[in-house]
């Protein structure tokens, strides 16, 4: 596609649900992270993919949060069991990756998760 | 470690007046990246500019200029002539070339007044 998208654009949901946020990059871009945005703060990093594989997955806060990115394009960011603060804006980017030297970032318009 | 430092938490100008945002990054790489985003209330990420650790020459592009100084290991971003549009939080971030994560500041809020 033209951009980064992301869908659910919000999202309200009950402490202890299951959500998924899917990510659909840029048409090419072997590169996609997960960042977290909090209200007032910058955006944090949860993972980077490098085609179909985590190539790092240490900004994951714990284990309810798990992401998959199975043919390589479009990804899901998974959390089991929200809780309220989880609650933030989750963002998704993609870039044509690093080797190539073109490593900015295009950001899709986020998914806005509200946990109850 | 990496790390961006964005001090400015908020500022706000009048039209037409000149603003400079700083950023301040450590990181240990000698190869490395530095970015500025603005982020509009329409919410998404809009990037700006990108430099690399090893071209230190300034730029400038229309209104738009960056300082980067590593004897500082500051990034600096100025806004001639402000405009009411250009109301935004803006980001600066650092990439270093180990691991690939990109670290943000966590921003400063500009408010240019009409």
């Known amino acids: 596609g033209a951009g980064v998208s992301q869908t659910p654009s919000n999202k309200v949901t009950e402490k202890g649900k299951y959500v998924e946020l899917r990510c659909d990059p840029i048409s090419g871009h072997t590169a996609l992270y997960w960042y977290r945005q909090s209200l007032g703060q910058g955006p944090e990093f949860l993972i980077y993919f490098q085609g179909t594989g985590a190539a790092d997955d240490s900004g994951l806060p714990n284990d309810r949060f798990f992401a998959v990115r199975p043919e390589g394009s479009v990804s899901t960011l998974k959390i089991q069991r929200t809780e309220r603060g989880d609650s933030a804006v989750y963002l998704c980017a993609s870039s044509l990756g690093w080797r190539s030297g073109a490593n900015v970032l295009t950001f899709g318009a986020g998914s806005r998760l509200t946990v109850l | 470690a990496q790390k961006v430092t964005q001090a400015q938490t908020e500022i706000s100008v009048v039209e037409k007046e000149d603003v400079t945002l700083d950023c301040v990054y450590e990181t240990r790489d000698t190869t490395y990246y530095l970015f500025w985003y603005k982020q509009p209330p329409s919410g998404e990420l809009v990037f700006l500019i990108r430099?690399?650790?090893?071209?230190?020459q300034n730029e400038i592009s229309g209104r738009y200029s960056w300082n980067f100084q590593k004897s500082t290991s500051s990034f600096n971003f100025t806004i001639t002539a402000s405009q009411v549009v250009d109301s935004a939080v803006y980001f600066c971030?650092?990439?270093?070339?180990?691991?690939?994560?990109?670290?943000f500041g966590t921003g400063t809020s500009l408010t240019v007044i009409p």
């Open positions: 430099r690399n650790s090893f071209d230190e």
């Open positions: 971030a650092l990439a270093a070339n180990t691991g690939n994560q990109f670290y």
